[in-house]
């Protein structure tokens, strides 16, 4: 239809150029009375043709819509697009997934951590439960008669004396000290220079009442015999005990216990010290003088084969004398 139009628009224009070409030539030709009727055949031909000018513009007018369309499809592209794009963003949701699969898996990490410490925590208990069981192993253990009886010091003027004789197995660091129970093997302790102790007679029942007795090599041994925080009694310190009671006669009574001594003859104990008379092992292995002599042993050296000792007896004094290494005598320790 629209090339039809085309066709006869351009029928006309060649008719119309054809007559316009005509009319020029006419005019050129004369002035003569017939030329106006020409121009205004001319005329009338040129204002025929103006509406077939004007019916080109609907034809003109008739191309907007196929742009129209072709804007639509433009926009239909475009909607195209859109939904591509929207396509495109709809992996979002499975990133939200794969972020919610993440966080699951942190949950399961955390809950992985809360089951280790819970792990711990039992591991925990598992030491609780062994140290509950350590502590209570060694309550299962009787107490040694062996430990020492001392249960405290007593202060007698300026110096801080051990309630009760020694009653120690081993030295400072933890050592033995070898028990000798035979008169052979206390000879032969003696003989060599060797530390020793025993009860009196070999009886712990008298180890409970007055400590066990030593050789001065034990006294002397280099590893300790006196417990941590406390040394053993010199020549110095037993002299300076008598001198402040008022001198070895008047201190005998003083230091004495109120009991286990024989025919009566017990002290009034009023220090605190409470000596007993333990008695003594000699040097050939023989038991002599319990309830009538308490001995004890001094630090101190008095010859090479003897040492200082001190001594109570039945008539209250406090002796100083030397007896041979070999012997065995009660040991009281003090805190310096």
Same mark, same amino acid.
Request: aromatic share 8%; charged share 20%; with cysteine.
């Given at each position: ?10 029928? @006309? ?27 205004? /055949? ?6 025929? %043709? /103006?509406?077939?000018?004007?019916? !080109?513009?609907? +034809?003109?007018?008739? !191309?907007?819509? +196929?742009? %129209?369309? #072709? ?5 239909? #592209? ?8 929207? #396509?495109?963003? *709809? ?13 699951? *898996?942190?949950?399961?990490? *955390? ?25 209570? #192993? ?7 008669? $062996? ?7 007593? /202060? @007698? ?24 129970? *035979? ?37 002397? $041994?280099?590893?300790? &015999?006196?417990?941590?925080?406390? %040394?053993?009694?010199? $020549? $110095? ?7 402040? &009671? ?21 002290? %009034? ?42 001594? &109570?007896? &039945? ?18 320790? @003090?805190?310096?």
């Amino acid at each position: 239809m629209d090339m039809e139009r085309a066709k006869t628009i351009i029928t @006309i224009t060649g008719v119309f150029m054809f007559l316009f070409s005509y009319g020029n030539t006419s005019g050129n030709t004369g002035f003569s009375g017939g030329s106006d009727s020409d121009l205004t /055949k001319s005329i009338s031909v040129q204002t025929q %043709t /103006k509406p077939t000018q004007t019916s !080109t513009k609907p +034809a003109q007018t008739q !191309t907007k819509p +196929a742009q %129209t369309q #072709t804007k639509t499809t433009q926009t239909q #592209t475009k909607t195209t697009q859109t939904q591509t794009k929207t #396509t495109k963003t *709809t992996p979002t949701p499975t990133q939200t997934q794969t972020k919610s699969t993440q966080t699951q *898996t942190k949950s399961t990490q *955390t809950q992985t951590k809360s089951t280790q410490t819970k792990s711990k925590s039992t591991s925990t208990s598992s030491k609780s439960t062994q140290t509950k069981a350590k502590s209570t #192993t060694p309550a299962s253990k009787p107490v040694a008669a $062996d430990k020492s009886k001392d249960a405290g010091t007593v /202060k @007698i003027g300026a110096q801080s004396w051990a309630v009760a004789n020694l009653n120690v197995i081993t030295f400072r660091n933890g050592d033995s000290i070898p028990e000798a129970k *035979t008169n052979k093997e206390w000879v032969a302790a003696g003989e060599s220079g060797s530390p020793a102790w025993c009860y009196y007679n070999n009886d712990p029942k008298n180890g409970a009442k007055y400590g066990k007795l030593y050789n001065w090599y034990a006294v002397n $041994d280099p590893r300790g &015999l006196a417990p941590a925080g406390w %040394t053993l009694a010199s $020549d $110095d310190d037993w002299a300076e005990l008598g001198s402040h &009671l008022g001198g070895p006669g008047a201190a005998g009574n003083k230091l004495k216990g109120t009991s286990l001594w024989i025919n009566g003859n017990n002290g %009034t104990n009023e220090t605190g010290f409470t000596g007993l008379p333990g008695g003594y092992r000699v040097e050939n292995g023989t038991f002599t003088n319990i309830g009538s002599i308490g001995t004890w042993w001094s630090s101190t050296e008095s010859k090479n084969l003897t040492a200082f000792d001190y001594y &109570l007896v &039945l008539s209250g004094s406090l002796d100083r004398s030397t007896s041979p290494k070999q012997r065995g005598e009660s040991v009281r320790c @003090i805190r310096k």
